[in-house]
């Protein structure tokens, strides 16, 4: 499996970003998606998952209201839309997929199975 993610950069407070994550290789008949974060020196944290069907998400409460994660019809990107950006949430963003049809809600560090290499997001003040 290989991910992929793209559409980070550099944003002002209150600025938006839309980050995409293109899904390839053979996975699991099910997977959720899901997005973390991490910032240099900090454990990578949640933001965002989505189930396999795409009617259940879950998220992080330092973005709820703010941010969306949605996955196109045929299962193969994964985004998260990013609104009202704030400084805190520069971090470097990666997509991660769990061979699992139902997210993770407790631990969901300990429940991925695969990793893109990540995407920078910087929100300036």
């Known amino acids: 499996v290989q991910?992929?993610?793209s559409g980070g950069?550099?944003?002002q407070?209150?600025?938006s970003l839309r980050l995409s994550c293109a899904i390839?290789?053979?996975t699991f008949s099910r997977p959720t998606m899901n997005w973390f974060r991490q910032v240099p020196g900090k454990e990578r944290e949640f933001v965002a998952g989505i189930s396999w069907s795409g009617t259940s998400t879950f998220y992080a409460d330092?973005?709820?209201g703010r941010?969306?994660?949605?996955?196109d019809g045929a299962k193969k990107t994964v985004y998260l839309q990013m609104d009202s950006l704030k400084p805190e949430d520069?971090?470097?963003y990666y997509c991660a997929m769990r061979d699992d049809p139902y997210i993770a809600?407790?631990?969901p560090l300990n429940y991925v199975d695969h990793w893109g290499q990540g995407t920078q997001v910087t929100v300036s003040s």
Do not use: K, P
């Open 3 to 5: 991910l992929e993610e």
């Open 9 to 11: 950069g550099l944003v």
């Open 13 to 15: 407070t209150g600025g």
């Open 24 to 26: 390839s290789g053979r």
């Open 62 to 64: 330092s973005v709820r």
């Open 67 to 71: 941010f969306t994660i949605s996955r």
């Open 90 to 92: 520069t971090a470097i």
């Open 105 to 107: 809600t407790v631990n």
